[in-house]
């Protein structure tokens, strides 16, 4: 039996939090008696819910829920609703409010949304959507930007600088008004030891000091391999027991330092740069572990 992992969204609504655990409720915390549970945000609204976010123009959206007026139907992986603007407890659609829903078509779940400039990007396993405000009398409209590039799990992207970022079931992609596949030398690397059973737990982080996406996922083996020989802390080539898979230039991380190279051949790592990216260059023991750093700068 395979499981989905508890995933929480959390967001803001004004000083108050709307909070979301996959598959369950929407709750509100209320800022103004922090010492009071989260609760049910109201009767009507969705019971059963994937993922959730907030938008600019203030609608809460909730995304693969329970259809409306079902409180106890079963949950549709591909179904949007959202409530009245301004009004988390509003949720029926009617002629003098902005609340309503969308069915999307292309792939079988939404896996995840992102808040991006005046448009919510929407992954479902398969394409990406573009899901934009446009007032009333249908408040949104949406548009297929991408297929064949949904994302892995619904934590693998991260938005900086305008540009957001994921990772794919076998690709790296970005969106800047349109889906572009990042080029990636160590895509091979990352795919085939990717765990097909534990990819949702697949995450990916932001380091805003140095501009670099990094993608955290599960593996089926152990991918660090070990050094051939004790290190200095000022040498330039290392040996270790095989490069195998390793991009001819790149990263590496050995205990806790970074190190950078130009080349390698089947056992060696050449021109290494020692100490990167604010890490300590330091000495290591003959059979020290070192694995790859598969990030996209």
């Given at each position: 039996?395979?499981?989905?992992?508890?995933?929480?969204?959390?967001?803001?609504?004004?000083?108050?939090?709307?909070?979301?655990?996959?598959?369950?409720?929407?709750?509100?915390?209320?800022?103004?008696?922090?010492?009071?549970?989260?609760?049910?945000?109201?009767?009507?609204?969705?019971?059963?819910?994937?993922?959730?976010?907030?938008?600019?123009?203030?609608?809460?959206?909730?995304?693969?829920?329970?259809?409306?007026?079902?409180?106890?139907?079963?949950?549709?992986?591909?179904?949007?609703?959202?409530?009245?603007?301004?009004?988390?407890?509003?949720?029926?659609?009617?002629?003098?409010?902005?609340?309503?829903?969308?069915?999307?078509?292309?792939?079988?779940?939404?896996?995840?949304?992102?808040?991006?400039?005046?448009?919510?990007?929407?992954?479902?396993?398969?394409?990406?959507?573009?899901?934009?405000?446009?007032?009333?009398?249908?408040?949104?409209?949406?548009?297929?930007?991408?297929?064949?590039?949904?994302?892995?799990?619904?934590?693998?992207?991260?938005?900086?600088?305008?540009?957001?970022?994921?990772?794919?079931?076998?690709?790296?992609?970005?969106?800047?008004?349109?889906?572009i596949t990042i080029p990636c030398s160590v895509q091979q690397f990352v795919f085939d030891a990717l765990t097909e059973s534990n990819k949702r737990k697949v995450f990916a982080g932001l380091n805003r000091e140095f501009?670099?996406?990094?993608?955290?996922?599960?593996?089926?083996?152990?991918?660090?391999?070990?050094?051939?020989?004790?290190?200095?802390?000022?040498?330039?080539?290392?040996?270790?027991?095989?490069?195998?898979?390793?991009?001819?230039?790149?990263?590496?991380?050995?205990?806790?330092?970074?190190?950078?190279?130009?080349?390698?051949?089947?056992?060696?790592?050449?021109?290494?740069?020692?100490?990167?990216?604010?890490?300590?260059a330091a000495a290591h023991a003959d059979g020290g572990s070192f694995s790859c750093l598969s990030n996209t700068e």
């Amino acid at each position: 039996v395979e499981l989905n992992p508890r995933t929480w969204v959390l967001s803001n609504w004004g000083e108050d939090l709307i909070i979301n655990p996959n598959s369950g409720a929407l709750y509100l915390w209320d800022a103004t008696n922090p010492s009071v549970r989260a609760v049910v945000i109201s009767a009507n609204a969705p019971t059963k819910v994937n993922y959730s976010t907030i938008t600019k123009d203030r609608h809460l959206i909730a995304f693969g829920s329970n259809l409306p007026g079902t409180p106890s139907s079963v949950l549709d992986t591909m179904q949007v609703r959202w409530c009245h603007q301004e009004d988390n407890t509003s949720w029926t659609p009617t002629v003098t409010n902005t609340a309503g829903g969308q069915l999307l078509n292309s792939g079988t779940e939404i896996l995840a949304a992102a808040d991006i400039d005046q448009q919510v990007l929407i992954w479902t396993d398969d394409s990406v959507y573009s899901m934009q405000y446009i007032g009333p009398p249908y408040t949104f409209s949406f548009n297929v930007v991408g297929t064949n590039a949904g994302v892995v799990s619904p934590r693998a992207w991260v938005s900086y600088s305008g540009v957001v970022y994921w990772m794919g079931e076998s690709a790296f992609y970005y969106y800047s008004g349109s889906v572009i596949t990042i080029p990636c030398s160590v895509q091979q690397f990352v795919f085939d030891a990717l765990t097909e059973s534990n990819k949702r737990k697949v995450f990916a982080g932001l380091n805003r000091e140095f501009g670099e996406i990094m993608w955290f996922y599960p593996t089926a083996t152990i991918e660090d391999s070990a050094l051939n020989g004790a290190l200095t802390s000022t040498a330039t080539t290392i040996s270790v027991d095989t490069t195998a898979g390793y991009p001819t230039s790149g990263e590496i991380l050995l205990e806790l330092e970074r190190v950078s190279y130009t080349s390698k051949n089947d056992t060696q790592f050449l021109g290494c740069s020692r100490g990167d990216t604010g890490t300590v260059a330091a000495a290591h023991a003959d059979g020290g572990s070192f694995s790859c750093l598969s990030n996209t700068e």
